[in-house]
C-alpha cells in the first residue's frame, strides 16, 4: 500500500524566510497530493492541493510542486508570518482503501516574530 | 455554512466501557471518513463509508471497532471494551463525493483511564 514519509519533523523560520516541506510517497498511481494546516485543538483544514497532471500550482503565499518521476511533492510558504505557526501534512490516496487519504506524520511549523 | 460537527468534543471512559462517538458531516456530502489520531502523529485511516455502506473498513484495528451510517448523514464510531490505546483524538471528515478534498471536524478526544 501507499507509505508517505514527511520531512523534517521540526521547523523554525524568522517571520518574512521562506519554510519548504518535503513529502515522498511510493505508490506511482497515487495521483491526488493534498496538503493540510492543522491547529491545536482543531481537525485538519485544507490548505493547498495538486493532481498529477500539473507539476506546481499557486495560491497566493503557498505553493506546492510535484515530481512524479522521483515520487515526491513539497510545501513552500512565502513570506512567513506568526499565524502560520502550526502542524502541516501532506497525504497521498490510499489505493487500496478506496479513497481514503494515508497522511505524513507532520512537521511542526514555529514562526518568531 | 455548517462544517463537519463531532459529538462530544472530549470524553472520559474506563477500561472495559463501550463509547459511542458521533458525526454529523457537511449537509449533501455523500462520502465520510473515520480517522484516529495519536499524539505527534499524522491521521491514521479507519472506515470510510459511500452513501449509507461502509465502502472500505480496512483500518479498523480489530473488532472492538464498529462504525455505522445508517441513513446516509449521520456516522456512529463504535468502541466497546475499551483499552487505555484506544486513547487518541477521533477525527470524521466528509467530502461531496469521491473524488473531492476532505472537510475535518474537530475531532473528538477519547482518554480510556
Known amino acids: 500500500g501507499e507509505n508517505v514519509e514527511q520531512h523534517p519533523s521540526t521547523l523554525s523560520v524568522q517571520e518574512g524566510d521562506s519554510a519548504v516541506i518535503k513529502c515522498t510517497y511510493s505508490d506511482s498511481a497515487s495521483n491526488y497530493f493534498p496538503w493540510y494546516k492543522q491547529e491545536l485543538g482543531k481537525g485538519p483544514q485544507l490548505i493547498i492541493d495538486?493532481?498529477?497532471?500539473?507539476g506546481e500550482k499557486k495560491d497566493q503565499r503557498i505553493a506546492v510542486t510535484l515530481n512524479k518521476t522521483a515520487k515526491h511533492f513539497s510545501l513552500h510558504i512565502t513570506e512567513t508570518q506568526p499565524e502560520d505557526s502550526a502542524v502541516y501534512f501532506c497525504?497521498?490516496?490510499?489505493?487500496?482503501?478506496?479513497?481514503?487519504?494515508?497522511f505524513g506524520k507532520g512537521t511542526t511549523l514555529s514562526v518568531s516574530s | 455554512g455548517a462544517g463537519v460537527s463531532q459529538t462530544p468534543s472530549n470524553k472520559v471512559t474506563e477500561k472495559g466501557k463501550y463509547v459511542e462517538l458521533r458525526c454529523d458531516p457537511i449537509s449533501g456530502h455523500t462520502a465520510l471518513y473515520w480517522y484516529r489520531q495519536s499524539l505527534g502523529q499524522g491521521p491514521e485511516f479507519l472506515i470510510y463509508f459511500q452513501g449509507t455502506g461502509a465502502a472500505d473498513d480496512s483500518g479498523l484495528p480489530n473488532d472492538r471497532f464498529f462504525a455505522v451510517r445508517p441513513e446516509g448523514s449521520v456516522s456512529t464510531l463504535k468502541i466497546q471494551r475499551t483499552e487505555r490505546g484506544d486513547s487518541a483524538v477521533y477525527l470524521c471528515?466528509?467530502?461531496?463525493?469521491?473524488?473531492?478534498?476532505?472537510?475535518f471536524g474537530n475531532g473528538t478526544r477519547l482518554t480510556v483511564t
Open positions: 497525504a497521498a490516496p490510499s489505493n487500496q482503501a478506496g479513497t481514503a487519504l494515508i
Open positions: 495538486i493532481r498529477s497532471n500539473v
Open positions: 471528515a466528509s467530502s461531496p463525493s469521491n473524488d473531492s478534498p476532505l472537510h
